[in-house]
Structure formats: C-alpha cells, structure tokens
C-alpha cells in the first residue's frame, strides 16, 4: 500500500485552514516526508500517523516554509527517546543549514542525523523503490522528487496452474529468470513469470513551469504540484517563480499522469474572498482528475 | 488594558490540546510575546491576533521548545510586508543564537531583528512599563520576567472637587507634586494626589523551585509558573529542573500574588489517563486562585 498524507497545503505564509508544506507518504513499514514546514510534528499527531518511525525526509528546498519544522520534529524524537538515524535529504547546501538549525540553542542529540545533498542524475536505491531528484525552477537551488516503486517479478498463477505449478521454489526460480523443468516440460521465465510495473508519485516543490517536470514526471500515478496562484496570474506567478493551477494542469496532460494534486495555495485564496475551488475548476477544464490538496486529505495509490 | 493569552500551554513535547510555550501579552498599542515555541504564528492567527504589531519578544531560554517559532514568525512578517524593527530579548548567547537561526536557509530578511541579551540586574524602560528579567534555575542559563507598569500619579477627583478644582493645568503642577495656590488657599500635592501602584505580571520560563522567584513576585497580580508535574513527582520535577503543581502554589502562597497560573503541562497528564486537571486540584489545596492554563485561555488584568 502506498498512502499519502498532506500535512500542509499553503505556500509562505499558513492560514487557519492550511498549515505550512509538508507530505507524508508511507510506503509498506516505511515512513516519508516531503518537506517539513513549522507544525508538522503537531499535524501527524493530530492525523495520529507514526512520527518516530519517519525514517527519511526530503526537502524540496531550504525557505523557512518547508524546513522550519525540522527543528521541533527532532528535538522531539529525541525526546521520545529515538535511537535510529534519520536521513534528511535536499539540494546543494543541506549539510550545512541542517547542522546549523540543529546547534540553535541547548540541543539535546539523541540518534545520528545524516544529511545527503543531492542533484539531478542521482538516484537513491531505498531497497523496494527508489528516490529520484530533479532540477526545478525557483529563485534558490531547489529539487522535485520521483518516488519510484521498483518494478517486480510476478507469476501469473492462471498460466501457472496450467502447467500444473503452484507456488514453491520453481516459481522461484522462474522469477529469476531461469527455467525450469516440470513434469517433463520445460517452462520458460516468459510462459508465466510477468512484469509488474512500479507505482510512481512525483512532487515539484516550488517551481515556474518548466518541461522539466513533465520529463520526470511521465506516466506517474500521483503528481503533486505547485499551484501558489490560479490561471489568471500566470505573470506574477513566473516573477516569483512559482506555477499557476493552470499550468500544473497542462504538465499533468502532457505527462500522462493518473492524478493531479493542487498544492501550495497563496492565502489570498482563503482571505480576500476568492475561494481557492477556483483553482480546481480551472486545472480540471484541461486535466479532468485534478484535486485542490487540502490539510489531511489522505490517499491511497493503488 | 493589559490582556494575557496562552497561545501554548504543553512542554517540551506538543499534544493535540496544547502548543509548544508562548504567552501574548497586550498592554494598550504595545504587543509582546513571551516565547515563541513552533506553531506560535497560526496560534497567533486562529486566535486572530495582529501578529504584525508585535514589537518585543522575550525568550526564556535556548530549548527549542520555547523559541522554534521564531524562524517562522519572523519570517512572515517579512513577507507580510513589515518595516518596524523587533527586539527579540533573551539570556546570554541570545545574540549568537538568533543570528545562527535567522540565517538557515535563503532568508529574505525585511526588517532589523536587534537582540539584547539580559541578565538579572537588568531592567528594560518600555515608557509605561518596564521589564525586569530574574535568574531562574535550569539545567540551561534561563530567565523569568517580570513585566511592571509604572506606577502612576492620579488625581483624587472627589477630594479636588472639595477644593473646587476639576481638570485642568492645577492638577498638573499638582501631580508634578508642585503646590498650587487656588481661591486664597494652598493646595498640596498630598492633599489631592494619589499614588497609583502599577500592576505586575510574572512569568518564570522553566524552572525548578527557587527562593528567587518569590522575590520577584511579591504581590504581583499574576503568577504564571512553571508546573511540569504533578506534586507526586517533586523529585522527578528537581532532577529535570522543572517544578510542580504544588511548588507552584507555594510560591504563589509566599510571594502574596493574587492569581496563579500553571503552565508548561507535561504531555504525560493527557495521554496516560492522568488528568491536567490533577495538578489544579492539588495546586487550589495551597493557593486558591490558582488555574490550570489551556491554549487560547484569555485573562484580562484589572
């Protein structure tokens, strides 16, 4: 099972309705964050999601939205007693602000943080999936991620039954590649052995519009994307280097992705009488399976 | 008007009823903060609150628990346009740590943050009112602050309108304890002018039991203490450098204050079965005017 979380859903500045960007995406025992903005310890106790077992959290890029609440998560997995590392990952630079927001103050260490910087080309092996980087468009260094479901072996057991196989170690290792001889037969890998294709979820951080994304994001099950401002600001929205609902919609056409989220709402969205459902209706008139991301909306990536 | 309100009432850990540690206080146009735990800026705003008019905020102490939300407060209010200089106050390394916290990442600073680090001696003259910052004792250098409105001269107008006196520049002169002279008779200052004590709030920060905070709480209108624990754990609470409930009322008893808060719950009275409610009933047995504080509680000082 692949679930998503969104734990905050504005841009700079949080409202009463939405707090800063963070994701949750746990993936079978494994548990991820995208960014980390201030709050996010509270928001996966009130959504009552594990936090002491996030093993991994990747920053999009290092404004205080996304990463000020890295400070409170740490401190209170130490607290709580984590022995465990944690990985924290971002763009050029990472190590170094990582290391100084957690020698503020009196800290208190409990467990190993380790702080990988990354750049478009590398490709971390998580063991079932693989975390892929790549190049956005913002006024600072700043990533996407590619959460990418490694592709797996599986017997169809319809074709197996009729060479009379069950499961057992020749199924095994026909999965290997290898054939096998049963009954007097030979099977081949090919007779029975079928690729599953790994379920792919992408998110942009803050970014302009750029095709860059729609490279990386081809096919992908899930695409979640900055939509700071709605279709009719596509100027302001490129001044701060940032997309519009519009253009998350035509990337999400033109990759081929299942499902659009809308996230990183301006909270004009929410105050000056515009409701932010504008966006949705102006993404979902070019990508009809697109939603406004809204805090603690939850999804299950099937 | 002085308005008190808790905007986080838990301890180092948050909980789903309470914020990390910050209390806003108003006193007519002048808004200050006392901590800024993570999450102080949205409390700000759901309680709706003009954050933007906050000109001073003092720290209690380097744990993160209490100054996390710095990072994020400031940086909104950079992005909100705001030009007025803010004083952020604190124990030594103040400067060193604001400076280190306020430079993680790509900052857009908008506005001159000045620190001034304190120690007990000290006294801040905020015109009508001053600050006093008192040693506590923590495992960290920490400060308790007491805020003390001036105290005043008035005029005793029942008393003036015996001498035929309403408003005006007499009861100037007279308040500038000058004599007047007024229809053949001289008037004193001490015939007609009255001394107006200034209210006082005390807030401790973290802190274990200490002699010193009853002297600087004699007789202050409001006590707001630190009380981790409940009275069975006077020696959990010693060794943590915290205090407890009953501590917390003792002070309060011997410092003569009229009312008391407890704050800094430890997260243990909402989630093991304990109740918060406990340490108000053992703190009412020793100080009667003693309440419990819970996020958003709004107290206006007469």
Chains 1, 2 share one sequence.
């Not at 997995?77 to 190590?95: A, F, N, T, W």
């Not at 081949?188 to 302009?208: A, H, L, N, W």
Request: net charge positive; aromatic share 10%.
């Amino acid at each position: 099972m692949i679930k998503l979380v969104f734990l905050g859903t504005s841009s700079g500045v949080p409202t009463r309705d939405r707090n800063l960007p963070s994701i949750f995406l746990m993936y079978n025992k494994e548990r991820l964050l995208f960014d980390c903005g201030e709050g996010t310890q509270r928001q996966l106790m009130n959504f009552r999601l594990k936090f002491m077992k996030i093993d991994r959290i990747f920053i999009s890029h290092w404004h205080a939205d996304h990463f000020a609440g890295l400070l409170g998560l740490i401190q209170t997995m130490c607290l709580e007693g984590r022995k465990d590392p944690l990985y924290v990952y971002g763009p050029e630079q990472s190590k170094k602000f990582v290391e100084q927001l957690l020698t503020v103050g009196y800290y208190f260490r409990a467990f190993e943080v380790i702080t990988k910087e990354l750049k478009e080309g590398d490709k971390i092996d998580c063991g079932e999936y693989d975390i892929i980087p790549f190049r956005v468009e913002h006024n600072i260094p700043a990533l996407g991620y590619v959460f990418r479901e490694k592709d797996k072996e599986t017997a169809n057991m319809k074709k197996a039954a009729k060479y009379g196989l069950s499961t057992g170690p020749l199924i095994g290792k026909l999965k290997q590649g290898l054939p096998v001889n049963y009954r007097g037969k030979t099977i081949r890998p090919q007779d029975i052995i079928e690729k599953k294709t790994g379920r792919k979820i992408v998110y942009t951080g803050d970014t302009r519009y750029t095709e860059n994304i729609i490279k990386f994001s081809k096919s992908a099950d899930v695409l979640i994307i900055d939509s700071t401002f709605s279709g009719d600001f596509v100027e302001k929205a490129g001044s701060f280097m940032h997309s519009t609902s519009t253009q998350a919609a035509q990337i999400a056409k033109k990759s081929s992705v299942k499902k659009l989220f809308l996230t990183h709402i301006s909270r004009r969205y929410q105050e000056s009488g515009m409701s932010a459902k504008k966006l949705e209706d102006e993404a979902r008139k070019i990508f009809k399976n697109a939603t406004l991301a809204s805090d603690f909306l939850e999804y299950d990536v099937k």
